[in-house]
């Protein structure tokens, strides 16, 4: 069936290719990455909500943030994307820089929870992709910084369906991704939606009429 799917859709365009072979060449957890099927949602999520500025918490290699770039309507328009990690930098940008859509990206090191009240600045679209244990204080953070009807959307969600093991239930990463689905649901100031794509993705809409 991942066959028939993959070859049913847009294809990967050759550079990202390279970047998801790269990646599982010479990094540990190369699954981190979003890899075709995400990154051609990521695409036209962005492309659907036309959003001007987006918001990544994680960026790892820089594949989701260049899919989300390629469906920006405009080159004024710009993905900023935090990595906590300094030791992926060297592998990273050179990979942003060197796209065809890097020129859209704002690749910025540092632990967004400090960086993005440092920036100041207001987000139309969210991907939450950081430490899992930080994925409500993260989801907070991006209401604080979206305009009214933002989407934000995590990776993630459903955890390699840890979420529902209980073997896994006292681990820490889990803990913190049925903290976050559990405040999510019963958050009225968002619409919200689990999709069973690859490790759970959860989409949700800020509601104009419950402003944080």
């Given at each position: 069936m991942d066959g028939y799917i993959l070859s049913h859709m847009e294809p990967e365009s050759d550079y990202l290719y390279r970047l998801w072979r790269t990646a599982h060449l010479r990094l540990m957890n190369p699954r981190m990455s979003s890899g075709?099927?995400?990154?051609?949602?990521?695409?036209?999520?962005?492309?659907?909500a036309r959003p001007h500025r987006i918001l990544e918490i994680g960026t790892y290699v820089g594949?989701?943030?260049?899919?989300?770039?390629?469906?920006?309507?405009s080159d004024?328009?710009?993905?900023?994307?935090?990595?906590?990690n300094d030791?992926?930098?060297?592998?990273?940008?050179?990979?942003?820089?060197?796209s065809p859509f890097?020129?859209?990206?704002?690749?910025?090191?540092?632990d967004a929870l400090q960086v993005v009240p440092a920036l100041g600045e207001t987000y139309d679209f969210v991907y939450i992709d950081g430490d899992k244990r930080q994925y409500s204080?993260?989801?907070?953070?991006?209401?604080?910084y979206t305009t009214p009807d933002a989407f934000i959307?995590?990776?993630?969600?459903?955890?390699?369906g840890h979420v529902t093991d209980e073997a896994y239930a006292h681990e820490h990463r889990t803990e913190g991704i049925n903290a976050f689905n559990a405040y999510v649901a019963a958050?009225?100031?968002?619409?919200?939606?689990i999709l069973p794509i690859r490790d759970g993705l959860t989409i949700m809409r800020k509601k104009t009429e419950n402003l944080c």
């Open positions: 075709h099927v995400q990154g051609r949602l990521l695409k036209m999520l962005v492309a659907m594949y989701s943030a260049l899919c989300m770039a390629e469906g920006l309507q004024e328009d710009r993905v900023v994307t935090i990595e906590i030791e992926l930098e060297d592998f990273t940008r050179p990979w942003i820089d060197g890097g020129h859209r990206v704002q690749f910025v090191i540092g204080a993260y989801y907070d953070l991006a209401l604080r959307v995590a990776d993630n969600t459903l955890w390699d958050d009225p100031r968002v619409e919200t939606l």
